[in-house]
Nanobody
Framework: QVQLVESGGGLVQPGGSLRPSCAAS????????MGWYRQAPGKQRELVAA???????TYADSVKGRFTISTDNAKNTVYLQMNSLKPEDTAVYYC??????????????WGQGTQVTVSS
């Protein structure tokens, strides 16, 4: 069974930085794409950033230039470097991974989420 475990959320002041991480129980190379989503109270879950197996990245317009997604393949870990944080970045951040399973198709996995709160 594939597991994704996030850590590194917390409380930070506006303009500050955080770097949550997502540790996978399988090799990062086994995922087609890994990403970070977030969900604020009363809002739908939205894609924040994603990285493919070929290292192509994509970002939500609201975080471009402030957030960076990266991987450490040796540690099977995905990071989200968040700089210049704003109160509107406050949300639960979820790690997501998609794998192709021969004979089954694409399967999606989610972490349990980590809270990020930006407040003075």
């Amino acid at each position: 069974q594939v597991q994704l475990v996030e850590s590194g959320g917390g409380l930070v002041q506006p303009g500050g930085s955080l770097r949550p991480s997502c540790a996978a129980s399988r090799s990062i190379f086994s995922f087609l794409v890994m990403g970070w989503y977030r969900q604020a109270p009363g809002k739908q879950r939205e894609l924040v950033a994603a990285i493919t197996a070929g290292n192509t990245t994509t970002y939500a317009d609201s975080v471009k230039g402030r957030f960076t997604i990266s991987t450490d393949n040796a540690k099977n870990t995905v990071y989200l470097q968040m700089n210049s944080l704003k109160p509107e970045d406050t949300a639960v951040y979820y790690c997501n991974g998609k794998r192709y399973i021969l004979g089954t198709g694409t399967r999606e996995y989610w972490g349990q989420g980590t809270q990020v709160t930006v407040s003075s």
